[in-house]
């Protein structure tokens, strides 16, 4: 097994140290970081650069209701830190390490209830069309049907010819479309696609996700 570069050695010190106290769990030796929150992450990921050796970073949010999509938004945060030497690397890599638990810190709050999250979904135009597919499951779940079942026929109509990915989304929404009007059900078979997400991501099982849903959720 190949050693860890004195730079990747630098940024685990500085991730660890500012991320592991909120709760983010590293992804093996790699330079990612996971905020686990049971039907949804946040992904930090100190990403290296194809030029020269130090490190982006960049924030990644996933609802996980969505098996075969990546994540729903990502963003970048501070700016690019060159390696040189150990000393000029240590400061400004610690620097980036806080600033990532501050920007983890701000998800949480800004998702900080399913109400937020529901809210958030349905306003959210900008990667059509897999907003949709998202407000459809949130939707469901907080009991607004009539949206849900409109959501839903929208993702049932999309030209899947050239996306695998698109198709078996479609096929998800035929089937939870199928469960509305049994709540509990629907519940279920949401839950069931977040198990083949958290496995596909290396998450260990959660069978009961939803256990701290908001259920003051409206539509």
Request: charged share 25%; proline share 6%; hydrophobic share 40%.
């Amino acid at each position: 097994m190949a050693q860890p570069s004195e730079h990747g050695r630098i940024i685990a010190a500085a991730a660890k140290a500012a991320l592991a106290p909120i709760g983010c769990v590293r992804k093996g030796q790699s330079r990612t970081w996971r905020a686990d929150h049971r039907y949804w992450v946040i992904d930090v990921e100190f990403q290296p650069s194809g030029w020269q050796k130090g490190s982006y970073l960049n924030i990644s949010v996933a609802w996980l209701w969505n098996v075969t999509h990546g994540y729903d938004f990502a963003y970048r945060a501070g700016s690019f830190i060159p390696f040189e030497t150990a000393e000029q690397f240590t400061p400004p890599i610690r620097e980036l390490a806080a600033i990532a638990a501050t920007e983890v810190l701000k998800v949480r709050e800004q998702f900080g209830s399913f109400s937020d999250i529901l809210d958030y979904i349905k306003a959210d135009n900008r990667r059509a069309p897999w907003p949709g597919f998202n407000a459809a499951i949130v939707c469901g779940l907080a009991g607004d049907i009539v949206s849900a079942r409109q959501y839903f026929h929208e993702v049932e109509a999309w030209d899947t010819d050239k996306s695998p990915w698109r198709a078996r989304a479609k096929i998800d929404a035929i089937k939870l479309e199928a469960l509305l009007d049994r709540p509990e059900r629907f519940r279920d078979a949401v839950a069931e696609c977040i198990a083949r997400r958290r496995q596909l991501m290396g998450l260990p099982p959660d069978p009961h996700c939803f256990d701290e849903l908001d259920s003051k959720a409206t539509p």
